[in-house]
């Protein structure tokens, strides 16, 4: 029985293997994607709550006697500082700069209402 075979099997393993491997880096290559997507969206969501963090500590420092014209908010994750302008009429300009430890360095401005005590617009 073997000698009639006529060596149908290793063709036959061989392309079932080629057809695995072909298989299996399609979704490699996905899953390494994926990941990335995942690191990055991580990221952008941290430095999202650190602007957000930020905007409301000052604007409790607006409420309760003014922003004083410098300062450092520190997160475990990096720093941010921000810098207050003179108050032209009823705005308040405040341009903030966080730095990451991972060196990136990103920086949004927010208009704070005197009148309000709130933040009325944000630039990033």
């Not at 409790?60 to 720093?79: E, H, S």
């Amino acid at each position: 029985m073997k000698n009639n075979q006529q060596g149908f099997t290793y063709p036959l393993v061989l392309c079932l293997l080629i057809i695995f491997l072909l298989f299996f880096s399609m979704h490699i290559e996905q899953l390494l994607t994926e990941r990335k997507m995942a690191h990055e969206t991580a990221a952008i969501l941290q430095q999202e709550y650190y602007f957000l963090s930020s905007v409301k500590k000052v604007e409790l420092l607006q409420q309760t006697g003014g922003i004083p014209a410098k300062g450092t908010l520190i997160y475990v994750n990096g720093t941010m500082d921000y810098q207050a302008e003179t108050p032209s009429g009823s705005n308040q300009k405040v341009n903030f700069t966080l730095c990451l430890k991972s060196g990136e360095i990103i920086t949004g401005r927010g208009f704070f209402d005197l009148k309000s005590k709130k933040m009325v617009k944000w630039v990033n």
